[in-house]
């Protein structure tokens, strides 16, 4: 049989080449990703930092299109809420009720952002997650992005779902859009940013809530119930999680939360991949939240930082004493119980402590008490407040995460930018991206076992090593110039969709 040979740009007559880059733009590759919040549109933990971020990130790159799909929350800020261009609105079938859905627009840092709107899911005071409904008010959403992208004609090459929320967009896609030609040809990545929240709901919901059809329900089911990541997972072209070292822990049952079995099953389809952070937006050189603006080559500002952050919080100004700071939701696989058994024993010692964050009422109360007792020692603030948390960052020396469970973690990254040295435990993405000062040189300290005596030698070691001024020179210049852009990273998302 005779074949001929595709033309090249230098086989192709002039005239053609001339249109190269209009041709080549035409064959950009779409992604769409699918999220239950995005900074700084709506944010409540480290996936928002996620889907702020890595979009951004990717449409630099010129070979890209990429949108992202969110839920119109009415906790969005009026700010950005007036920008957004209403494009269009139908009805969404959940199951056997028909909803309506309406879309807005807008276009924010060279990425498209699509709005699902719909108050009755949408309009809650206070949360955006937590309501006894929430597993309709995500199949709706998982559903809707989906009817989006066929009305609007924007059927991607690639849809990148992300956690337990968008899960069913998988499902719906594979198991029963799949007869459409223009979804059948859509791939799919479902990343697991935290395996501990998967969408469980009785078996009852299967048709009368996601409406799934009978032909999936071994995809679908665990112990009984429908498992949204589980379905996901099984039904996903590519299944990816936030760091190497977590993708690697979910095939056991101590991290995998019942979903070992299923991770294994799927192991060939699995890759972990670093998260990043915004290095722009977490920028000592230009964050408005400091009191001042300081450099690696010029810390004089973090100094500054420092006591006026003691000042704020009614500590005394000391600059030769180490504050020890921890600004993390207050849940437990945080490894909040380690930090319990120990925090007196490191406030027996010339230290100031700070604690940021809100979660489990125990925790609060413990914190909060332990501040009252420990007066001009030891500040805890129950909130979750952006401006403050990097008042902290910027303000404190140790940034303390010793997690029982962190798939990527994002907190020490940002510490790290600060100037602040992270003190972790070795596990998920803390382990790949901090490496011990005193065993390796590296950027901060580390420690194994998930036990308290083990994390209180290394919170020894940073505050022995803090009264060294040239190694704490050191190890600080260490964690702020590591490098933690998405450059790297959103290069290792490229190779993954180019699979
Ligand atoms: C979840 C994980 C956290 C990760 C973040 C972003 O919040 O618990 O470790 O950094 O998602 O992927």
Redesign the pocket.
């Known amino acids: 049989m005779k074949t001929t040979k595709r033309p090249t740009a230098h086989t192709l007559p002039k005239k053609i080449t001339d249109k190269l880059p209009e041709i080549r733009a035409v064959e950009k590759k779409k992604i769409i990703f699918l999220g239950s919040e995005a900074a700084p549109f709506i944010a409540t933990?480290?996936?928002a930092?996620?889907l702020g971020s890595l979009p951004k990130a990717l449409a630099k790159n010129k070979n890209f299109d990429i949108s992202v799909i969110l839920p119109l929350y009415s906790n969005i800020s009026k700010e950005f809420k007036s920008k957004f261009k209403f494009v269009m609105n139908f009805n969404v079938s959940v199951s056997w009720r028909l909803q309506y859905c309406g879309v807005f627009y807008y276009e924010y840092q060279g990425v498209k952002f699509y709005f699902i709107d719909n108050e009755f899911y949408f309009k809650r005071e206070g949360n955006i997650y937590g309501f006894y409904d929430d597993g309709e008010r995500f199949a709706f959403f998982s559903r809707a992005a989906l009817d989006t992208i066929a009305r609007l004609d924007i059927y991607p090459d690639i849809l990148h779902c992300n956690d337990w929320q968008t899960a069913a967009s998988i499902i719906y896609l594979k198991g029963m859009y799949y007869g459409d030609d223009k979804f059948r040809k859509i791939k799919s990545v479902f990343t697991i940013?935290?395996i501990e929240y998967q969408g469980k709901f009785g078996m009852d919901t299967f048709g009368d809530l996601f409406g799934f059809s009978e032909s999936i329900k071994n995809f679908v089911e665990l112990d009984g119930g429908v498992n949204l990541m589980k379905g996901a997972i099984e039904m996903t072209d590519i299944v990816s999680t936030?760091s190497p070292t977590y993708a690697e822990e979910i095939k056991t049952p101590f991290f995998a939360h019942g979903l070992d079995g299923i991770i294994n099953v799927n192991a060939r389809k699995l890759s972990g991949i670093l998260?990043g952070i915004d290095i722009d937006y977490y920028n000592p050189e230009t964050d408005k939240c400091l009191f001042k603006n300081y450099s690696v080559d010029d810390l004089s500002g973090k100094a500054v930082c420092k006591s006026e952050l003691q000042k704020m919080l009614g500590l005394p100004v000391r600059s030769e004493v180490p504050i020890i700071a921890i600004i993390s939701r207050l849940v437990s696989h945080k490894g909040l119980d380690l930090v319990k058994y120990a925090l007196e024993s490191i406030l027996s010692q010339d230290v100031q402590v700070i604690i940021l964050g809100k979660g489990e009422i125990g925790y609060e109360n413990y914190f909060t008490n332990v501040a009252n007792a420990y007066k001009g020692k030891c500040a805890t603030i129950i909130a979750y407040n952006q401006d403050l948390s990097r008042k902290i960052y910027s303000g404190s020396d140790i940034f303390l995460m010793p997690s029982k469970m962190?798939?990527?973690?994002?907190s020490q990254m940002i510490a790290s930018r600060y100037g602040t040295v992270p003190v972790v435990r070795e596990t998920?993405?803390l382990n790949d991206s901090i490496k011990g000062y005193t065993v390796v040189k590296g950027n901060g300290f580390t420690f194994h076992d998930y036990n308290a005596h083990d994390m209180l030698y290394v919170v020894n070691e940073a505050i022995r090593t803090f009264k060294d001024k040239d190694a704490w020179a050191d190890v600080q210049r260490r964690a702020m110039t590591t490098d933690f852009s998405w450059k790297i990273q959103a290069g290792e998302y490229e190779k993954l969709y180019n699979k």
């Open positions: 933990g480290g996936l930092d996620v940013h935290n936030v998260n962190e798939p990527c973690g994002l998920g993405g």
